[in-house]
């Protein structure tokens, strides 16, 4: 999965962030800009993505997680 | 000390409760509790009070500030302190993208990092950020001063024109037409008195300067691909 997204990296065009969920994880990545807001939230038990911080104030222990924008044209995946 | 519970009051009602606090107030102090990362938060004050909100904020926070103080005790989302004339806005926390941009005057300091676009065509705004800012940062930034205690992201000061870019750390790459300048006895006394004011330790002695190079101001075919 992160091989391919490297490829589109290359390949894609335009503004996009893309988060893709499999069997057994996770992923993320944006484009080259990255202007489209992004919002990570880690904690030991999960992973969360939104727009905005706003999104994510109700996740439990949210105020003790590692609050982060993805960086641009990167490619993040999370395993179980 | 006032306390403004927003989750209970709202955000139009705090607005409107910032807003009647004239030059002459008694009520100078106020606490914002469960911002919850709530937009406009603070927006468009003009008196000497000073805000304190204790949480995380979303976009817009403090934007338009004239005058008054804004703590944000948490982190702070896209277009913070957005076309800030006047006054102070510390941000404990990070700072999403495009913080302080537009901004005419007052200061900005953001204790964590700031995210990509930061000071995006300041006007005079003075940012201080104590750790690292994204890419396209100072991106047409025609004057005031940002300061990076940290590194500074891909294309610098991209057509950037009088604002003093100071970075403490590396820069990813400058973007076109922003260069690195002589740091000169005055830059250095700016850097300290900014670096004070946002309670920073860094030395004046450790940042270099970019600014802009000048020679994208007039239309020059040669340079046709820059613009």
């Known amino acids: 999965m992160v091989k391919h997204w490297r490829v589109a990296l290359d390949d894609l065009d335009g503004f996009f962030t893309f988060l893709v969920g499999t069997k057994d994880g996770f992923g993320v990545v944006r484009d080259p800009i990255a202007c489209k807001p992004a919002v990570m939230a880690e904690t030991d038990q999960y992973v969360a993505f939104g727009s905005e911080y706003r999104a994510l104030v109700n996740l439990p222990g949210i105020e003790e997680a590692r609050v982060w924008e993805p960086e641009p044209a990167t490619v993040y995946f999370w395993t179980h | ?227």
């Open chain 2, 1 to 227: 000390m006032q306390t403004f519970d927003l989750e209970a009051q709202g955000l139009r009602e705090l607005n409107s409760t910032l807003h009647a606090q004239v030059k002459e107030t008694n009520q100078t102090s106020w606490e914002v509790i469960n911002p919850k990362g709530s937009h406009a938060i603070a927006v468009g004050l003009d008196a000497p009070i000073e805000v304190n909100i204790k949480g995380s904020t979303g976009y817009y926070c403090g934007g338009m500030n004239k005058q008054a103080t804004i703590n944000v005790l948490g982190s702070a989302g896209p277009g913070t302190a957005e076309n800030m004339m006047s006054g102070k806005i510390v941000i404990d926390g990070d700072a999403s993208q495009y913080a302080g941009a537009t901004g005419h005057g007052g200061l900005l300091v953001i204790k964590g990092n700031a995210s990509s676009r930061c000071g995006i065509s300041m006007k005079g705004i003075n940012i201080v950020v104590h750790g690292n800012i994204g890419h396209m940062s100072a991106f047409m930034a025609q004057s005031g001063n940002l300061v990076v205690c940290g590194d500074a992201g891909d294309a610098l000061g991209d057509s950037c024109y009088e604002a003093r870019l100071f970075v403490r750390g590396s820069v990813k790459s400058l973007g076109a037409d922003c260069e690195e300048k002589e740091m000169r006895p005055e830059h250095l006394e700016i850097l300290k008195e900014l670096l004070a004011e946002a309670d920073s330790d860094a030395k004046p002695e450790e940042f270099k300067r970019y600014g802009s190079a000048r020679n994208l101001y007039n239309f020059d075919v040669d340079n046709a691909a820059a613009y």
